[in-house]
């Protein structure tokens, strides 16, 4: 096993076991194999009842990825403490729907709206509480393939925290067999969960590189987002990664 795929496996077990200990005791995360039965235990969760579990909707209108990104982070910087620790324990699950938020915000209360109305969200909660909106409005669909494109710019929304400078981190994109609709869940999660866990905070620089694959972690890596790949049985690829700037 190369390195890329020990330092890969190594982060997913670590958002495993910093979302849900009771997994890392069930399944060895040190192994694929492992790894690939939490990640059924917690598709199965989500396939079933939806009592108890924890989701956050977003309604999106149009994508441009840097100012989405921007406004996924404007938003998790809103989470209050309490919703945030249920969210991680549903792997901060997120619902996308296909719609025009400015259409729906006298009938449905949004927790923070793109300045351009591209996209709004509601804050996390059981799933019961966005059962309507999500019944009135399809998936969001979006099956073309990100474009690799030049470098974006980034800064996340808000004053510095006292005390705190600033920091600058590059966010990187695998594009190749990716839609832009798996773009959207990929950034999501990694960029809110580096908020939730004070990783980014109002000031911070990304700079957003779409690249067909991202070949190596090398450098500081603060965060990354890997899946199964589908070409490799056993192996994972890395969807985006958020690393320190050289």
Do not use: Y
């Not at 966005?130 to 929304?157: C, H, M, N, S, Y």
């Not at 190596?216 to 690393?243: C, E, F, I, K, Y």
Request: with cysteine; charged share 25%.
């Amino acid at each position: 096993m190369t390195r890329t795929q020990e330092l890969l496996r190594e982060h997913t077990a670590v958002r495993i076991r910093a979302a849900r200990p009771d997994l890392a005791d069930r399944h060895d995360l040190a192994t694929h194999d492992g790894l690939l039965a939490a990640h059924r235990h917690i598709a199965g969760e989500e396939g079933a009842a939806e009592d108890g579990q924890t989701l956050a909707a977003v309604v999106v209108r149009e994508v441009d990825l840097a100012g989405w990104a921007r406004d996924t982070c404007a938003f998790a910087l809103g989470v209050p403490p309490e919703r945030a620790s249920a969210w991680r324990a549903s792997f901060t699950r997120t619902v996308f729907l296909a719609g025009n938020p400015d259409h729906l915000r006298d009938r449905f209360a949004f927790a923070h709206l793109a300045d351009d109305g591209s996209a709004a969200w509601t804050a996390p909660g059981p799933a019961s509480g966005t059962t309507t909106l999500r019944r009135l409005l399809k998936l969001f669909d979006a099956p073309a393939e990100v474009p690799a494109g030049p470098a974006r710019q980034i800064t996340v929304p808000g004053e510095p925290p006292p005390g705190r400078a600033p920091v600058a981190r590059d966010l990187h994109l695998a594009t190749a067999g990716c839609t832009v609709a798996e773009a959207l869940v990929h950034l999501n999660h990694l960029l809110v969960e580096a908020v939730l866990d004070g990783l980014l905070a109002p000031g911070d620089r990304l700079t957003l590189h779409r690249v067909p694959r991202v070949a190596a972690l090398s450098g500081p890596v603060t965060r990354v987002r890997a899946v199964p790949d589908p070409r490799l049985p056993g192996r994972l690829r890395a969807a985006a990664v958020l690393t320190d700037e050289p």
